[in-house]
């Protein structure tokens, strides 16, 4: 922990020039992060598509932009290869009518899962969780005493 904190401020804190020999500044902490995003569309990561980050307010309406446009490697990645401040930024994908609003991430090497089309159910939500292959739900049923029955039991 303490090496990763060492190397983002050494990236923050950086001065290529400094005047006269001497460097010289007033530096505001903040906690900084990454702007990653990993595309996918039926499970299979999207390559070749134009990705743009921009500021975003509490109403998710679109600020000004956070670098350049970039387009998804062949993994479905798209990050900003610079520190930005921690937060919530609205990514926009070429060709999705809604954008998607995502988070700073920790470490360069991470990224934020957004599934194409944006707005679709994530992958949890297609999960059956304690329903049977017929789709009935395989719970006991509780009476007016308060007792619970099973359906095989009598």
Do not use: W
């Not at 610079?82 to 991430?105: F, H, K, M, W």
């Not at 059956?128 to 095989?152: C, F, L, R, Y």
């Amino acid at each position: 922990m303490a090496s990763e904190l060492a190397r983002h401020r050494a990236s923050v804190m950086r001065v290529p020039v400094p005047h006269g020999g001497k460097a010289s500044a007033i530096l505001v902490p903040r906690p900084m992060g990454y702007l990653a995003v990993r595309l996918f569309l039926d499970g299979q990561p999207v390559a070749g598509l134009p990705v743009g980050f921009f500021h975003s307010d509490a109403e998710g309406d679109k600020g000004d932009a956070v670098g350049d446009v970039i387009p998804t490697d062949a993994r479905g990645v798209a990050r900003l290869p610079r520190l930005v401040a921690n937060g919530s930024y609205r990514c926009e994908v070429t060709g999705q009518d809604t954008p998607a609003i995502v988070s700073t991430v920790s470490r360069l090497a991470d990224s934020v899962p957004v599934l194409l089309p944006i707005g679709s159910e994530s992958v949890d939500g297609h999960l059956d969780q304690g329903n049977d292959e017929d789709g009935s739900e395989d719970v006991d049923s509780e009476d007016a005493d308060g007792e619970t029955s099973d359906s095989e039991s009598a």
